[in-house]
């Protein structure tokens, strides 16, 4: 079956740099959600898209934006990074209102 | 606001029984997911609450009591593989904002 798409797994940028990270939902999941998982923290909600628009936002910094795209996949934007965006990003999709999210493998960003 | 309460660590043996509690407080709820998450892994979905009372999905189970406002994850026949970490997440309905817990770290031991 098939499951939700990230890439890259593994992500290293430098302090300032910016990067961009993809989600591919599964196939006819129209919700998309964003999470940021320091080492040791739970992940903490970012943002979330229901058919192509914003529906709800967590503790999203200003730096960071998102959208979600025609084909439903999901890109994360980070800007002016800093060592403390370094964490885990996982992208999980569903069903609208369905009660089981199915998360990605996530993406390991490192910020040197 | 939202906030929810889980305890940080919980420390059981194989083949015993354990309980993860979960309290909260958070507008729009319409009912309770619980995710398991390994080490470096994905959370994964686990069982879910719409309605008071039990849910039963194997050697997992499931409470919710919406008055009380609380709500438990019973891991029974504890195997090492079930050591991650165990998350609450109320679920809004109105709203696609999936919130987790602190979560509680189970470390089972020989």
């Known amino acids: 079956a098939a499951g939700v798409i990230q890439s890259p797994r593994h992500l290293i940028k430098e302090k300032r740099e910016t990067a961009t990270l993809k989600c591919y939902p599964i196939p006819r999941h129209d919700t998309v959600y964003w999470y940021q998982q320091g080492p040791g923290q739970d992940p903490q909600f970012l943002i979330s898209f229901y058919e192509k628009m914003q529906s709800d936002k967590g503790s999203i910094p200003d730096r960071f934006s998102a959208q979600q795209f025609s084909d439903y996949h999901s890109e994360l934007n980070m800007s002016s990074l800093e060592l403390g965006d370094s964490a885990l990003y996982f992208c999980a999709s569903t069903p609208l209102r369905d009660t089981e999210a199915f998360f990605g493998q996530g993406t390991r960003l490192t910020v040197v | 606001g939202q906030s929810l309460e889980q305890p940080s660590e919980v420390t059981a043996v194989e083949g015993a029984i354990v309980q993860i509690n979960c309290t909260y407080q958070?507008?729009?709820?319409?009912?309770l997911s619980w995710y398991q998450q390994h080490d470096g892994g994905a959370p994964t979905f686990l069982s879910y609450?719409?309605?008071?009372g039990l849910e039963e999905t194997g050697r997992f189970s499931s409470f919710l009591s919406r008055s009380d406002s609380y709500g438990y994850l019973l891991l029974q026949e504890l195997q090492m593989k079930d050591s991650a970490s165990y998350f609450c997440?109320?679920?809004?309905?109105?709203?696609?904002?999936?919130?987790f817990g602190t979560g509680t770290l189970l470390a089972v031991q020989p």
């Open positions: 997440a109320p679920y809004g309905g109105a709203t696609n904002k999936l919130i």
């Open positions: 609450n719409g309605l008071d």
């Open positions: 958070t507008s729009g709820f319409y009912g």
